[in-house]
Structure formats: C-alpha cells, structure tokens
C-alpha cells in the first residue's frame, strides 16, 4: 500500500505543521499605522504629528463663514445660520456648531469637542517630548514652541466661545477621574499668556522654505496680544448681562482692574511691533488694487501667520473653495456668505463721511467715490468681474456683475417684461444660489480663477500685522493714549487711500470700530468684536439689502441707470445668552461638574 | 508576500494546474464511461459448435470467443471423455451448464476466472445451482417515478445485500443485472425507500412515495453533515431549488421569507450593490451583526454572488451548533452547499432566463404650480417679497408655453418603464463510481432603471466541482470556482441620482422641448445626463477565484475511523477605473431667440472642466487549512457514537494601490499615462490577519432516541493581545424523539414524530475593529501645508490602547420541537430562544466627557439579550394528479440591551438600558424624538402651550414631555423601534398539477420604522402628500405643517415623530408559474424536459403606513437607488 504511506507522511507533516504554529502565528502587526514606541523615537514622525495639531487653528475658507453668523453677511442658503443670527442656539441643539451639524465646519475645528481632542494632542505631546531623543536639538525646540502655541491658540479660543473651560493639562488613561470643572476666565486667560510667553521663547523670530507657515516668534506674541486684548474688553468687566449668574468668575474677572488689562494688551501688541519684522502691504499701487492683492497673494509683508492652501489639497466639500462659495450664480458659483447691507454702508466715502441712503446724492450713485476697500471687497451691480462660463458669455460677453432686473418694453406683445439679471435670485442659473443682498463679496477671491471648477491658491491670514496694529490702537484708544492711536489708525488709512481720522474721545472710538469693521471684514474678528465690546444687541438687527431695478422711462425706453431700494432680506434677533456659547446638553450630562453659561 | 507581481504568477500557475488537471481527469471520465462495465456470462454470446473433443480443447475455444479463461488442472480433466456441444447465440451459463452436465466439472467464478474442477462430492447439483444462480442474473430495465409519474432522476437503485447498483438517468430509468429473487433497493432523497423482489419481469415501473418524514434526510452542519431526525441542534435549510425560483441577480435578496429565524431586508436595487442585510435571529449585539457565511466549508466566500444554479443547500445554524465555528459564529451561520455530480449518464441543462425590472415604489412629486405657491409661502414666512407673480404661476398651470412654462415629472423624464436583465447558464453533471463531476457556466446582467443606463451589472461564473476515488479508501475532491463581477456606474453615485431626481424642480426642463438636455441642479447634475455615459464611465471589475482541495481518508485498519482535510485558497482581485470627462448641457436665458425664431440654446460645458483618471486596484487573499479526525460506531446496537476533533488556520492578507491623474488633453485614450503631470496622486496599503484554532464534536444516540451533542472550539484571533488570543467555546444540545417510545406509538398514531430539543452555547465574537489593544498612530487623510505649496503628513494618535481587550461571549439557549402528524404530512418545528451577549466591546463615549480628548478604544462593557421564537409548519397534499405543498413560517425576536455606558445626566426615558439597541450604536441619540402633538393652527395656541423658540402657526407642536414648561432636549424620548424588523414571516405555496408547476411567496415584516425628511424647498421638490395637505393661514386644519425650506424649521431639524414612519408591509415577494412540455414533443427535440415559466419578484406590496418609498429602502430623504420589482420568463432545457 504505497499510498498510504504517502498520506501517512502528508499527515505527519500536516501535523506537525499546525502543531509548531500557536501564538507566533497570530502575531501580526498592522500595516497602516505605526506603533506608539516608533513614533516618539523618531523626531520626523514628532514632527509629523505636531503638524496634525495645526489643524486645531482654523481658516475661514468654509463654505459657511464666520461672517455669516454676525453682521457682515448673509449665508444665501441659511443652513440653520438663522438658529445663531436669531440667537436660538441652545444647549439642546448647536445647530453649525455641533460636531454632527453636516456642515459648518469652521465651527466644529472651534467647538469644544475639537478643542479638547487637539487639547489632548498638545498634552501628549508635552507628556512624551521630554524622553524623546532628538538628532538636533534645535527641531525640538521648536516643536515645543510651536505645540506651546498652539495650546494658547486652542484654549484662547475655546475662552473666547465658552468663556472659562476645564483647564487640562494631562493627557487621560482609561479608568481616571474625567471629572474636570470649569477654570476661571482668569486662569485660563493666564494659561494663554504663559504658554504664549513659553512659545515666543523657544520660537524662530522667522521660518523659512519647506517651514513657513509654522508658528513664529511673531505668531506667539500676536495671539497673545489679542488674547489680552479681548480680555481687557467690557464683556469680561461687567457680568451684569448674565442676571445674577452665580459663577461669575466663569465668564469675567471678578477682581483687578480693566485699566492694567489695556495696558497689558498694548504692551503685548507693542512687543510684537517692536519685533520690526511686519509692515503694512503697500506696492504703491491703487490703494483698492493693493487690498484686493493683499488677499489674493501668497506672501505679503503682513503676514504673521497664515495656512496655505493648495488646489490639490482637499479637505471637504466645504472647505477651501471660498470662491465656488461665495461666487455670484450666474457664475456658476453658490453666492454664499453674501454681503449684508449694513456693511457695505459701512464702508465709507472716499472723502472719510459716513454713507448714507438719506442722502439723495449717495442713493443715486451707492457704489461711486467710496473707501477704496469698498472695492476690493464687494461685487455689487455693475462692477466688473471675471469673463462669464462658456453657456453665458453671449449673455454677458464682459462680465460685469448683474444683481438688478431691467423693465424691457415687449413691443410684439405691448406689455412690459422684467428681465433678471444673470446674478439674480430669478436668475437663468441655480437661481437658489443668487443674492437678497444684492451683493457677493469679492475680497480673497482670485479673479483669475475659474471658481466652478477649480480652487484657488491663496492662504488665510490667520493673524496679519494690521490687526495687531488695530489692536494697539484699540488699547491706546482706552487708555487715554489717543493721539499714539491715531497715527497708527491713520498708517492703515493711508494704505487704503482714505484721509485721516482726526476725532477724539467718543468719536473716535466710533471711527476706530468703524475701521476695525471695514479693514478686517470677512477676517473672522466681527463675531468676538461685537459681543467684547458688547454693542452685539443693537448689531443683530435684521438684515438689509439693495433691490436694483433698471426702469421703463417714458418713451419705453429702458433706464441706464438703475434706482435702489433698501429692503430686508433677513430677520435677526439677539438675545444675551448669545455673548458665549452654551455646552452642549450630552457633555452637562457627562460631567455633572460642569456648570451651564448663564441664561441657557 | 507583499509583492503583487510574484502573487500573481504563482496564482497564474495554479490555476493553469488546477485547469488542465480538470481537463485532463475530464477528459479520462468520458473517455472511461462506456468501457468501464464488466460483462456478465449470460450477456456473452458464445457461438461454439464441437463434436466429441477434449474437454481442454472446448474451453480454449470459448475462451477464445467469449474472454472467460478457465483455470484448471490437467489431472482433473484427463479422466473425461470428449464432449458435444450445439447451439447458436447461446447464453454463457448454457455453454457451461452443457458441460457440466456432461463431465460432472464444476465452475465457481473467481475473480474473472472460471475455476474448473471435478466435483466428486454428493452435493453436486446444489454445487451447480449455486454455481449457476451466481450466473443466473438477467438484464432488467426499470424506470423510477415519484406519485405523480415524474420520472426520479438520481434515485439509487441497489441489489439488497450487496454492492451492486446504480443509479437512475434523467429520465428515472436504470438497468441492472439481476437474478430472479434478488432485492432490489431503491432510494431517493424525501421519498420512502421500497424494496422489490426481482420476479420473471424484465422491466419494472417503480412509483416512489414522497417520505415527508424525510427519515434519511441529511442537514448539512459545521464541519459536516447529521441525519435531520436525530439532529439536536436548531437548523433551517433550503434546497436550490427555491431560491431559483426568485428573478434576482443577487442570492441574498431570495432568502428572506423562506427560512425561519433569517431576516433580511434589501436597502437598495442598484444593479451589483443589492445586498440585503441579513440577520439570524434578530439583532444580538451593537457591533457587527453579520452571520458567518460559509460556502463549502470555507468561511469568508460570498453569499450574495454565488450562481443560484450552483446551490445544493443553504442551511442556516442558529443555536449552539454553530459554536463548532467559534469566534465567528455568534451571529449564526449560513452555510452553503453547491452541487456536486452523482454517478450516471451526463446531465445537460440549459437555463435561459429574460426579465425587466422596475422600482417597485417611486415618490409621487408636487407639480410646477404647487413648488412655485410653495417657493412664495417660504417669502411669506420670511416677510420677504413674493418670487412669483400670480400671473407667472398661473402660466405654470396651464402650461401654454412649453419652452417656458415646463412642468416636469423628473422620475419620469429619467427612468425608464422596464429595465432589461437576464439570466443564462449551463450546468452537466455526472460520474461513474470513480469521478464525480459538476460544471456551469453562467451569465447574468441587469441594466439600471435609467434611460441609456449607464449603470449595469454583469457577473460571469464557472464552477467546477470534482470527486474522485482513488482506491478504496482514498477519495479526493477538487472544486475550483470563478466569478467575474463588473459593476458599470456613472460618475454620479446612485444616490446623487436620486437625490437630484428628488430635488428635480417641476419648473425645469430634463429636456428642452427640442430634445437637448436642460440645465443642471448644480455641479453639472441633470439626472438626464449624469445616468449616461455622457459624463465618463465608473467600472468596477471583480475577479474571484475560489479553489479547494479535499482529502478522504477511511482507516483501512480501524472501522469508522476517517480523515478529512481541506486546503481552501481564495483569491480576490479588484481592479476599479474611473474616468471622468465634462459634458455638456443646454441653457437658455428665456429671451433670446435664434434666427428661425425658435428659443436660442447655450451649449455649455459642465461637470469637470479637465478629463480625470483615478484607478484603484486591490487584492486579497485567504488561505485556510483544516484536517479533521472522524470517528464513527454503533455499539451493541444501541449506542451510536460519532467523535470528530479538527484543526484548523486561516490567513488573511490584501493590499490596494490606487493612482489619480488629470489633465487628460483629450478623452480618446483613457489611460494613465495620458494624464497631465500636474497633481498626479498615488496611494496604497494593506492588511492582514490570521486565525487558528482546534475544534471538535461529540454525538451520541442512544436507540436513536435519547440523543446528544456536544461541540467546541478553541479559537485564536491575531485581533487580541498575546496571552488572550485563545478562547474556548462549547455547546451542547440534547434531544429525546418521544414518538419513537413504545407509550408514544401506540397511544399517539397519528403523531408520528415528536422530538423535543434543547441546547446550550457559547461562542465568541472577534469581529471587532483590530488593534485595540495597540497604541497606534496613523496619517490623517489631509495633509497640512508647510511652505507655501509643500504637503506635510498630519499624524495622529487612532486610540488609546486598551490591553484587556477580549472576546465578546454569547450565550445560546435555545428550545424546540419537532412533530409530523398522519405520516408526516403536516409537520410543525418551532424553537424558542434566549441570547444573552456579553462583555460586548463598546466605547465609554457616553459618559467620559469630551473634554478629555480621548479618542476611546473598546472595552468589554456591552451586554445585550435577545429573545424570540420561530416557527415553520408545512402540509403537503395531493388530490387526483394536484399535490401541493403549503408552508408557513416567522421569527420574531427582540433584543434588550441589559448594560452598556450610558450618560449618567439623561433622563430615564432617554437611556437605552432596558430597551432595544439603537438603530445606530454609534449615535443612540439619533433615536429620540421629540413627540409630535399636532400642530399649531395660530397664534394664541402657541402662546397657551410650551413651545420651541420662534413658533409659529403651521409649525408641529412638540409635547412638553417632562412638564417643565420649556421644549428642550430633555423633551426628547427614546423610540424604540429601528430600521430592522422585529417579526418577519412567510407563507409559500406549491402545487404541481400533470406538467404545471405553481409556486407563491408572501412575505411580510412587522416592527420596524422609518423617518421620512425630503430635502425640499428653495433646493428642491416636496412630495406631492406634502404639498397637498401643508398648512397654510387658509388651510389651518391641515394635516402637515407649513412649507418649509429645508431644514430651516425647528421641526425640520429636530427628529420628531411627525415624520416618523411605521415600515410594516406585506408583500407578494415572489410567483412562479412553470410548464413542462408534454414527452411527445420533449421527445421529438431530443430533449429529457423543456420546462418554460415565468415568475415575479416584489409583485405586489403592501404598506399602509408608508407611501412614496419601499418599506425596506431607509434612506429618509428618498436618495436612494428604489428597490426592484422584477417580471420574468425564463426556460429550462435537459438533455
């Protein structure tokens, strides 16, 4: 029986090997990750992972702006940014700020989830860097300056938000006491300012090449100083609106006095100034050209500290395409974050006096002789803008902006037609997407891109050196210091082409904000402005637009020149729970030591 | 390993091997088939004369005309004279009958010899008759039918006592040597064996009677098969036969309603991504509820694809049998058997199958007139003037412009009315006692609903299924199956389709009046064009090769004892390429006219402005090695014993590689290489995994009444720490059949099976995300941008380790009986079940606080009871020539979880503890809603009641649940009900009536819900039940609430029960009505049968609680590909 002793044999062996195979077989390894021990043994791998905490600062290129949420624009297609603009926002439902909100992710890199999970990247971080040995010193230095930054950047923010938040400084196991309450506004102010101080120590004055974008010595100094700034502001001196809110260290000072805050803000401004690295972005050319390059170009002399972005990179659909999102629709773009009435009003005239409807000049021509970041910063009807899409050239073969409809005088049927212009909510394209405002903004959108089908290039100035300056000036401002504030108010003036300032007192507080309001529209600062200086009650007023009618003259011929009507376009609300944010209703309910922001 | 080129050569080889050693051994069977009998005497003609010669002379003679040989001493002859013989034609045993009378020689058959000595004793002539009877057999044919006079292809006919038979052809006949007085045995799977006594007749017409106690009934279990009567543990099986009955495409879709205590629902009917969810006995646990799906003995092969035509079997092990199976097996097991042939005459069949299907469902929309009223009320309610003129609705209305004033019915302007699919294949089948063999080759393909479908489904199959014996105690088996799957998409996923045919605005045009496409929603997006290829293709090729090699062995040395083992090798190959080009579409300002004077449309490119590529390729692999010890006897009678012990490995491993370009200057090569070089992207990564383990089984009968199993497994999983990997997993069941007791057959006669049985079981559950107890780091999928434009890896921690991570257990209790009455043509089975998960891995997100950072891992914190019944009862009948079979069956089962992490802070009526498992583990609290009260019909009603902030009439009022006057999320309360039916049942009908053949399937499904929210508004359409019956200041007893614009509404974004729907249907899931030609005209054609039928899937369905969608699709916004209602003709050829 030869064969049997063959199978015998295959047996034995068979045997044998199953029998040598026990654990070291199922000893696998994963092959899409790396083990802890290998990454805090090798400084890129460091490196690498102190690049994903740069995620925790935000840009502002989403789809849903942080404008949108104040008084600067108007987001076409809501996506609930009526919840936060009527002050509805609750502990029950964030609404864009929640982390499951299918949208809104500007919000949700800010929220308190994200806060914390980037939080417990930086405590890791400083948890293991100690051991970790590294070739060159110098990187490790850094990447502890850059992880110290960008602890004071997250927790700046979530104060900001929240006011006081659990201030954790360890990066949990399983089985430990979670169970963190809320620090005092103070305390975690003072945690900002010492991990800024901690960061502008070990920090580069400047990065260079393959760096640049990481953070800088400048970069720690300017989050400090706005940091200290919002600190000094009224809302976390006067408690009052919270109505007897028992914890009132959670979300002001209790003690110390706000005169030493603006001091310590414009100190801290003045000590980034001192730097001399930053100067204000002035190519010589038309002061309007020069602003609308100031947020098209990729490096400028004002840039403290900004996230690059590339076309190739894509983060979501809602991220980094600022121009798809706010393009007007007959571009084939979605409208977006439209410009509300009341800043573009803002905006003065050239000659520095206020704009005014009530004025019949001003109405018969709203967009002639204006600031010239007017134009730099909004589309309105009749500016020019980029060649049309194929489908529309022959509609429009020059590509001026059309928000109005004409009255046309149908002879065959002896009636009046309205024809709507290619950029209008009647529009011959997604209708949806075109503006109430009667405006789409223009500032960081590259011109010379075709936004329907690619993204453009240009980063997001998280911090540049005329907020800084701005800064200082608002803190001059409150300590008396006003003609210090005035030649820097009137340095940014000068770049924009605008006459000086020369009010005192109430007034040129007033002009300052103004300033603020109109240099820094879009940037992200609004939405903390308005509740630190705490005009937010008056600001979250309904919102205006322009209706822009080109009509019948007698003769039926059509007008030239269209008329304007202010309308409201959206209903706003304030109430003061809205100066913070609540937390949200599951996180009350996971730490019962948490205590709710007044009013919720 | 890790290099695919060497990978793929090595799998080339084999499959070059394993193909022309099928051939070759193919090749030999054919070659064998007619050679292969050995002649009987009597059939050997011998045509001798001899006058007066020698006796050894005579035999040289015959030996030379007929092949027998003689073996004789010389000594023995020498005394006889010479002999006489005359005769034509004469049969062998006459030949030597003659002689023998004349020498007194006898002849016994040794081997093929004729032993020849002189028989001196006085037995003589007994010695001859002996000798004779042994040669006396006589050809006789017969043919063997079941009760209604089909012809039994298959059944066994065998000689009592003996080895000798075969087995019947396709048309039930068989022939066989016999000798008058012999017994023949004649069997078939489901009928009662008879026994017959061979008489003088030389053809027999044997008529089989249908065994509904099915006594030889086999059911196919872990690692082998039991008798169904003495079987202990709770099993449901199906033959292929019914589930050929459903048109589909996909086998998962014709399971549900068939077998107790299996619950499937399909979510869609896309073409090739059609997989129902199937769940064993409910849902036990918060992960993965999947059932392990093991075909031939290989887990881990696909159910959903596998060629019906191939199936056998698929039984579905519910208890604790499937703890032989281990860590895989808590959710149950579905084991699939294919076809393998059965000695006798080659088999051909032909199936043909033509179908057309359509979306059993589709949403009715609003039209133009009531969208653009709607788009006005949005203005109204946001006090903002009116879009619309009354005069421009009004147009709408009538419509007296078609260029203006369209009023499109987008599902209609998409979809077709009848989609096409068929459905082709061939099988044959046969062997001799030697091989066995099994081949088809199938063809299938489904075209999407759309017009020029873009989509479609085409899946190519061969399989060949080999057994061979190499001696008496060695048999191997070698299966090798392929399959090719294509999946043809648009670049617009099906649910993109759907949800812009769902937005689709009735006041736009799908197609100008002149024929071009209208503009697009957005991004490009005419459901018209983007169904097409207009946009580029999306096509996915699946290559599936499965090869097993199996090894038999019977102990010459030791009865009963047996080896079994098996090398499965599976390999998968996935190549996808998509290609994504611009397309254009057709504008118009609603002015301009052309010089004819017709409207004047823009071409305009949209989409992609620049060609694209991206290509993703992945392969994997599963090697599984398993070797079994079997040992089965019957002692003294009474005790029978079957000991199986087995070992087993299984190792996975897969890779991808994709690659991405754009900038194709032209779409007329779609190749890589002809791609720009700017923004080219790559990526690629791998897996894999290992298991190993030792398993085993104990059955024991006592008079094969007191019954009793137990089986094991002691399983090892890489996806646990060293030192845990392990894990044992015994079940045990028992069973006593009482009717087989002596007080029971006496008192009871018409109950004529009684069994009761009970079982016990623990298994385990691995099937968890891997590396939980590791701490490990893993690259974002964005990188972050340092230097202007140089992309940086962002690397973050995935988890934090969690060392004690360990199996998840489930405990199996399960009860059942079993009973046949009046010879069991009415049987009932039904069990009752209790499972309790433990230990369940699931994330302590509830209650840890987010401010903590933790990105958490699993811990055996979970636990999570199930309990239910099932039942299925089933009548067969017959009256005249009709027989008929009814058969109905249910499951119910409901799960509770007993523990899991809860927030400490929730209300009680918000924790889940205590009730069902979320529809969502992940997001439990997507399942509370706050409980919709009606609504507001103005404005003092909202100022006397609790309301959310900024109400207003036409809005849904939401109860104050907890009385504190404030609506907030403490209002909200747990529903309890989730997207997976909790009652499923059906009822099948069968009837045969002279050459028709009838089957029915109604199936139905309680207890599961689902939320229905449109995206409508300023982006797109409402339903027209909406539109309807909304609230306005006219209408303000209106059933549904005012026009909304999306989500913007409180009672929009809030889940509320106002939109929360019960799925409860009854459906005519399946009909087939057959004809088999009359013999005079299948005769005529050279054929055994030709059967035509047509049969129907999803018929008819009825949900009175849903309209719009199909009770099984869950997508709340209807953006979903419709499931599918299929009519279908089809014809089966045998020859």
Redesign the interface.
Known sequence: ?K??KT?YT??LA??LW?SS???E????????????GA?WNDEK?IE??V??I??AVPHGFHALMMSSLVDESMAV????T?NAT?S?V????L?VWDE?FWTGRRYQQMN??NG??????C??FMEKIGEAEFADENLKNRLIGEVHFLRAFIYHNLLSIYGG??L?KVA???GED???SRASYAEVLAFVVEEADKAAELLPLQ?F??????ATKGAALAIKARALLYAASDLYHNPSWAQGFSHPELISFTTGDQMSRWRAAKDAARELMDLGLYALHDNGEDPAENFQQLFIS??TSEDIYV?????????SWDIGDPGLYNGPNGY?N?GGNTPIGQLADDFEMADGSRFDWNNPVHAADPYGSRDPRFYATFLYEGAQWRQR????R??DPQGIIQVGQWERYNTAANRV?I?NGLDT??G???D??GT?TGYYLKKFIDPNV?H???RQ?V?WRVMRYTEVLLNYVEACIELGEESEAKTYLNMIRARAGMPPVTETGVDLKKRYRNERRVELAYEDHRYFDVRRWMIAPSVYDDAKGV?VRYPLLTGNITSPNPTYTV?????RAWQDRSYLLPI?????????S?IQNPLY | MKNLVPLVIQMTKLFTYVFLVQCLSMGLLFANDTGAQIKHREQVKINVKFHNIKVERAFSRIEKVSGFSFVCTDEELKRIETINFEGDNKGGYEVLQNISSQTKLEFRKVNNNSHVRVNGQPEFEAAVVEMLAEVAAFPLTGVVTDESGESLPGATVLVEGTTIGTVTDVDGKFSLEVEQGAVLVISFVGFETRKITVGSATTLSIRMIMDSRSLEEVVVVGYGEQRKVTYTGSVSSIGGDAIRTAPVTNVSNSLVGRLPGLSSVTRSGEPGNDDSIIRIRGTNTLGNNGALVVVDGIPGRSLARIDPNSVESITVLKDASAAIYGAQAANGVILVTTKRGKSGKAIIEINSNLGWNQPTVLPEMANAEQYLTMLNEIDTY????L?FTDQEITNFREGTDPWLHPDTDWFGEVLRPWAPQSYHSITASGGNENINYFVMFGAKGQDGYYYNSATRYNQYDFRSNLDGK??D??KIGFDVAGRQEVRNFPTRSAGNIFRMIMRGKPNMHAYWPDGSPG????YGDNPSVITTDATGYDQTNLYNLQSTLR?N?DA?WVEGLS?N?NVGLDQTFTMQKRFETPWF?Y??????LGPDGTPEL?????G???PRLTENMGADRQLL?N?MLNYNRIFHDDHAMRVMVG?E?RTGYG?TLNAFRRFFVSTAVDQMFAGGNA?R?NGG????????NYFGRVNYEFQEKYLAEFVWRYD???IFP?GS?FGFFPGISVGWRVSEEDFWKSSMPNVDQFKIRASYGQTGNDRID??QY???????N?????????????????R???PNVTWEVANQYNFGVELGFFNSRLTVEADVFYNYRSQILWWRN????????????R?NIGEVSNRGYEFITTYNGNAGDLTYQISANAGYALNRVEFWDE????PQYQQTTGRPIPTNPF?P?QDLYYQSVGIFRDQEQIDATPHW??ARPGDIIFEDVNGDGVI???DRVRNERNNIPRFTGGLNMSAQWKGFDLSILFQGATGAVRYVSTESG??GNYLKDFADNRWTPENSSADFPRTF????E?WM??RNTFWLNSTDYVRLKNLELGYNLPSFITSKLALQKFRIYISGFNLFTYAPDLRNFDPESDSASGQSYPLQRVINSGLTLTF
């Open positions: 029986m064969s049997n199978i295959i047996l068979l045997t199953v195979c026990s654990e077989y199922l000893d696998r390894e994963p092959l899409d990750q790396y083990a802890e990454v791998l690498t992972f690049n994903n740069y995620f297609w809501d996506w609930e009526s009527k509805l609750n502990p029950s439902y609404g499951d308190w989830t914390f999970r980037q939080i417990r990247n405590n890791i938040v659990p954790i949990y196991g399983l979670y169970e963190e990065q090449g393959s760096n640049m974008g990481r990729k490096e996230r690059f972005l590339l076309q190739r990179v894509v983060e084939h979605w899409p194929a489908n529309l022959d509609a037609d024809v909510r009647q011959p394209i997604e949806w997407n109430y075709d329907q089908y690619f290039e980063p209706r309308i409201n376009v959206q209903e949200k209703l599951d996180e009350m309910n996971r730490n019962f948490l | 946001r006090n903002r003037p879009r190499i001696n105690y060695i503009p697009d929603i957005e090894l062995i010459p080896f083992g579409l504008s118009w300002d609603g002015n301009t823009v071409r305009g490119q949209r992609f402005n620049d090695v070797g070992i490995s890779n923004e992207d990564s791998a897996y894999q995994n290992a298991r190993f090892g999983s890489y060293q990997r891997e590396w590791l701490a490990s780091y893993g690259f974002g964005i990188p972050y941008i340092f230097g202007v434009d140089q992309e940086n890896q962002a690397l973050r921690e995935l934090i380790p969690n509830a209650s840890i606080p987010v401010s903590t950072g933790l990105t958490l891992p811990e927030s400490p802070g929730a997001n609290n902030p900024g907030d999320g403490n300023e982006i614009n999306r989500t913007d409180y974004n809030q």
